[in-house]
DNA sequence: GGGGAGAGATGCCGC
DNA sequence: GCGGCATTTCTCCCC
């Protein structure tokens, strides 16, 4: 199969997706650098001039170019030369196509933001509005007093008026999450010149070393997972739980 | 265009690549679980079936599936619904597509892996072989020695005898990288019951907090960046150069 | 633009 | 399998 180098660049001109799959080399440099010798792969330039390319297995792009390079291609000796640049990032890429399988345009349109739920950040909304999943008596406090304390993910006082710190994670907590609480819970001492601050992990796991560096420290872990569940599933939900 | 169910589970069933470019709507259920309205985007299941949709613009999926999910397509009055799941996960995702604009099949062969230079496994082997370039008279530990500590990226002594323990990162080192010596530095001391250790960051730049926190533990910054252009590169690397 | 932290992180190598 | 850690991490938020 050939390639329309013409139909190429008006694609790029007009902000279409391209998809290539091909035989090709591939040599990069920038922040770091590679080499890929030849191999079948699937080339992707998105409208914002992003490249990927994958190959037959895998998840992440064995090769990529960030938003915005530039892109010129030529014919060499029965081989294109895809030259890509990103002159501000001071990317370079080469990628020596010796034979072409397939060629893709399509102009798409796609202004949907995608709606997540399980992060953190749901995991402490939660809390904050079932501070008993801590323990009774736990207050958090106000949004505007938390806000000025923005790297805590939930932050209060307790049933003896003792402020608490609490971490939250959605995975299995680690050596580094209790680092973190402990910077924290450092951090609030010294601000606000108090000795007692207590510190609470909140994991639906924690690792043996992790639970035991938090005991070392006087802190605690409560077992809490992040909540899941998008309202809007409704009863879309129920099909994707029949499996 | 219509989408042959046929010709897609032969695809799957032969282990080739698919390419999917489409209007649809996602809901993916699992470690977290989200929705993402109706959008023009790309389709792809590699050979190993694993999935990544992607939208128009960005580098990263906007959704994806792990290798070794199974799928199964249905036509449902005017619309294909292509589910996927992956058991052992415990991930679903049923992907509601209202047009099809293209559909690949790509038998791809691919053996080859990517060469990369200048990561931080890298500037630790350079390191070992120019030990000058952390100071005068150091002297790094044996490999076999070495790898008991296999933790530690560059590990030796100093000109006056004294155990030196050294962090590289590849780019700007923050103050997690210096907490990642300190706790080195600390489980040395721990495991040979000695008190004198230094420390030492060696990467291209620091952070103005990172290099205060390293000073006030009494460790050191050496600026090293990490190494570049590969060898087989060769001519082909000054063409990169060129641009 | 830098700093700090999350991510449905992924991938690699170790035990 | 889990743990520890790098990644051309990427992304978002906030200062």
């Given at each position: 199969m050939?390639l329309?180098i013409a139909a190429f ?7 279409a997706?391209?998809?290539?799959g091909?035989l ?5 440099s920038?922040?770091?650098?590679s080499f ?8 992707i330039?998105k409208a ?11 998840s ?13 291609i030529?014919?060499e000796?029965e081989k294109?030369?895809?030259?890509c640049?990103n002159?501000?990032?001071k990317?370079?890429m ?6 072409i ?10 202004t949907?933001?995608?709606?997540l739920?399980g ?9 904050y ?19 000025k304390?923005?790297f805590?993910?939930v932050?209060?006082?307790d ?14 907590a680690?050596?580094?999450?209790v680092?973190q609480?402990?910077?924290y ?7 606000r010149?108090i000795d ?6 909140a994991?639906?796991e ?16 409560r ?11 409704g009863?879309d939900?129920k ?5």
């Amino acid at each position: 199969m050939e390639l329309d180098i013409a139909a190429f660049n008006e694609a790029l001109q007009k902000n279409a997706v391209v998809v290539i799959g091909c035989l090709c080399e591939i040599h990069y440099s920038g922040r770091a650098e590679s080499f890929l010798g030849s191999g079948d792969r699937i080339i992707i330039i998105k409208a914002d001039k992003t490249l990927l390319i994958h190959q037959p297995s895998g998840s992440n792009p064995i090769n990529y170019m960030k938003e915005g390079t530039t892109y010129s291609i030529a014919k060499e000796k029965e081989k294109f030369i895809l030259r890509c640049s990103n002159i501000p990032l001071k990317e370079y890429m080469d990628i020596f196509i010796s034979k072409i399988y397939s060629f893709q345009q399509l102009q798409m349109e796609d202004t949907e933001k995608i709606q997540l739920v399980g992060s953190e950040r749901d995991m402490s909304d939660m809390i904050y509005s079932q501070p008993g999943l801590i323990e009774p008596g736990f207050r958090p406090l106000s949004r505007e007093e938390h806000t000025k304390y923005g790297f805590i993910d939930v932050f209060g006082y307790d049933k003896n008026n003792v402020l608490v710190v609490v971490e939250c994670k959605r995975y299995a907590a680690d050596f580094r999450a209790v680092e973190q609480l402990q910077r924290y819970v450092k951090k609030i001492k010294e601000l606000r010149g108090i000795d007692k601050v207590r510190g609470i992990i909140a994991a639906p796991e924690i690792s043996a070393n992790a639970l035991q560096m938090l005991h070392d420290l006087g802190f605690e872990y409560r077992k809490i997972a992040p909540p899941k569940y998008l309202e809007r599933f409704g009863k879309d939900q129920k099909r994707l739980g029949e499996y």
